[in-house]
């Protein structure tokens, strides 16, 4: 059985920063893609940050890119996602999840059909 168990998620400040985790289990996790997607009130969900099996090849949503960076160890089938600089508008839950395959997609943008395995979100708050 696969589990996604994430970790970290807080309140901070505008101009803060703030690491999330995600840690995988029950597959092969340097098959897969892993990436990141939020949901902010209101809105639907939407691609943040996705690396490939070896993390070499990398998306950042464009409003995050320079601010936010995507990581992972293969050793200890891991997931982190390093924000920093965050806004108001980051505000919202974080989701990290198992692509289907080793790469992200077209890297143009994420699907979520192009994810499985989901983790159970973080909350992400950002105050002015």
């Known amino acids: 059985q696969v589990q996604v168990v994430q970790s970290g998620g807080a309140s901070v400040p505008a101009g803060g920063s703030l690491q999330l985790s995600c840690v995988v289990s029950?597959?092969?996790?340097?098959?897969?893609?892993m990436g990141w997607f939020r949901q902010a009130p209101g809105k639907e969900r939407e691609g943040v940050a996705c690396?490939?099996?070896?993390?070499?090849?990398?998306y950042y949503a464009p409003s995050v890119k320079g601010r936010f960076t995507v990581s992972r160890d293969n050793a200890k089938n891991t997931v982190s996602l390093q924000l920093t600089n965050l806004k108001t508008d980051d505000t919202g839950i974080y989701y990290c999840?198992?692509?289907?395959?080793?790469?992200?997609?077209?890297?143009?943008?994420?699907?979520?059909?192009?994810?499985?395995?989901w983790g159970q979100g973080s909350q992400v708050t950002v105050s002015t």
């Open positions: 690396l490939n099996w070896i993390g070499q090849n990398i």
């Open positions: 029950g597959l092969s996790f340097d098959d897969y893609a």
């Open positions: 999840a198992v692509g289907l395959g080793p790469e992200c997609g077209d890297y143009m943008s994420l699907h979520e059909y192009n994810f499985g395995n």
